[in-house]
């Protein structure tokens, strides 16, 4: 069983395009994640959120918008896709009580090329 | 900031041991994670340290100062399948579960 899986896995599209990126997690956590992975393979977190609420938003353009329907889902949709946006995106999740640090599990990621 | 230093990349033979240091800005600390992340793939949690001191776990170990803001991933008995990338991340304290990830160490296993 996948702990947490990522559809697609990979997407190509051009400029100025909408997509959405899905996130499903089945290991009952109450926090999730989205990071972006650049070229350099540096990891930056985007966003967070516990039990639907949003808690982590980093500096991001606004035409990133995720959505959490339930705390076992977290979509992420991009509007007026840019060459820049071109990165793996990764889903995680963690089961986090309070303001602690607590281990993350990764999904297989999204590589997003954006022509 | 919250910057997280660790070396580029790093190789070694098979057998041997390697050390892949990490430095973090100390404010705001709140543990530290080690992860492993072959090409193409996700990462994977290796180990946490909150408390100084050293941590083991079979052929890896991961070691905490935090007055230095210094952490090591010691890895024993390097296998081919050991050259991946490892990430340092640090726990910040200004957010649920949040994690700043440094850019990570390419360690490359040769025969």
């Known amino acids: 069983d996948t702990a947490v899986s990522q559809t697609p896995k990979y997407l190509v599209t051009q400029m100025g395009n909408d997509k959405s990126i899905k996130c499903e997690q089945n290991l009952g956590h109450d926090t999730m994640y989205w990071y972006k992975q650049d070229s350099k393979k540096f990891l930056k977190i985007m966003f967070s959120?516990?039990?639907?609420?949003?808690?982590i938003n980093e500096t991001v353009p606004n035409r990133f918008s995720p959505k959490s329907p339930d705390k076992a889902h977290l979509n992420l949709h991009i509007n007026s896709l840019e060459l820049g946006d071109s990165a793996v995106y990764f889903c995680?999740?963690?089961?986090?009580?309070?303001?602690?640090?607590?281990?993350?599990?990764f999904g297989p990621g999204t590589r997003l090329t954006v022509t | 900031g919250q910057n997280i230093d660790q070396p580029t990349e790093m190789t070694a033979t098979e057998g041997a041991i390697v050390q892949i240091n990490c430095t973090y800005q100390?404010?705001?600390?709140?543990?530290l994670f080690w992860y492993q992340q072959h090409a193409g793939e996700a990462p994977t949690f290796l180990s946490y340290n909150v408390l100084d001191g050293l941590e083991e776990k079979g052929r890896f170990s991961s070691f905490l100062s935090r007055s230095k803001g210094y952490s090591y991933l010691l890895l024993k008995e390097l296998q081919m399948k050991d050259s991946a990338s490892y990430l340092c991340?640090?726990?910040?304290?200004?957010?649920?579960?949040?994690?700043?990830f440094g850019a990570g160490t390419q360690v490359v296993v040769t025969p």
């Open positions: 995680a999740s963690s089961q986090v009580r309070g303001l602690g640090s607590y281990e993350q599990y």
């Open positions: 959120y516990n039990n639907k609420e949003l808690i």
């Open positions: 991340a640090r726990g910040a304290t200004d957010s649920w579960g949040k994690l700043q």
């Open positions: 100390t404010s705001g600390f709140n543990g």
